[in-house]
């Protein structure tokens, strides 16, 4: 199985900030990379998917890189609404895994 | 629109077989690289893929949960379900299905993703 592995686990911060959120796989990856948001109580949501991709309807304030091994989800400048907790995802081999999560809360 | 919906038990006893049903609309399952999963989350803790059917009815399971899961589709009815076997305490969380599209280059499948999920369902398991 490929672990995915984020960091930080959780991070505080204020509206304006820009976030950085990592995820490394155990393998090379490609861009096979999805990252979702789940605010609390409500399903996660789809943000980017092959790694750098901005699914439909998500601000631009998001933002993805990376390849292989290693990969950053970015928000530029965070808003109220951001405060959630991210997840990433591999797409490149089944088992599908997701990484432990990345808690974003309120400074 | 699409969208997703999980129904099924809230409370399942330990060694019984759980049954969800995901009904789906703004989709057919029956597009090339068209899929449905199912993905569940203890509570406070992080999302694990338990399994996907797909357009052409090809299936795959999480290795550690497939002697206990099935997964089915019923196209006619918009249908997708899952059902698993011998449940056990630490089978309790929220069971979430959603729509996965693949991204195809020259016929050639290459990354998936989730792109649209069910509100998810609260599933208990306790004597």
């Known amino acids: 199985d490929i672990q995915m592995t984020q960091s930080p686990s959780s991070l505080s911060a204020s509206v304006g900030d820009k976030v950085t959120v990592t995820c490394r796989a155990s393998?090379?990856?490609?861009?096979?990379l999805n990252w979702y948001q789940q605010r609390p109580g409500k399903a996660p949501k789809l943000l980017i998917f092959?790694?750098?991709t901005l699914h439909s309807g998500v601000p631009l304030r998001f933002s993805g890189s990376g390849s292989g091994t290693d990969f950053t989800l970015t928000i530029s400048s965070l808003q109220p609404e951001d405060f959630a907790t991210y997840y990433c995802?591999?797409?490149?081999?089944?088992?599908?895994?997701f990484g432990g999560g990345t808690k974003v809360e309120i400074k | 629109q699409v969208t997703l919906r999980e129904s099924g038990p809230t409370l399942v006893k330990p060694t019984q077989t759980l049954t969800l049903t995901c009904t789906f609309s703004?989709?057919?399952?029956?597009?090339?690289?068209?899929?449905v999963g199912w993905i569940r989350q203890p509570p406070g803790k992080a999302l694990e893929w338990l399994a996907v059917?797909?357009?052409?009815?090809?299936?795959r399971y999480s290795p550690s949960l497939k002697n206990s899961l099935t997964i089915t589709k019923d196209t006619s009815k918009n249908q997708v379900v899952l059902t698993m076997t011998n449940m056990d305490p630490l089978d309790t969380g929220t069971y979430y299905c959603?729509?996965?599209?693949?991204?195809?280059?020259?016929?050639?499948?290459?990354?998936?993703?989730?792109?649209?999920w069910g509100q998810g369902t609260l599933v208990t398991v306790s004597s």
């Open positions: 959603a729509h996965e599209s693949t991204i195809t280059i020259f016929g050639v499948p290459r990354e998936s993703y989730f792109d649209f």
């Open positions: 703004g989709f057919t399952l029956r597009t090339r690289g068209e899929g």
């Open positions: 059917i797909y357009w052409d009815d090809d299936k």
């Open positions: 393998q090379t990856i490609s861009s096979y």
């Open positions: 092959a790694a750098s």
């Open positions: 995802q591999q797409s490149y081999s089944t088992p599908l895994t």
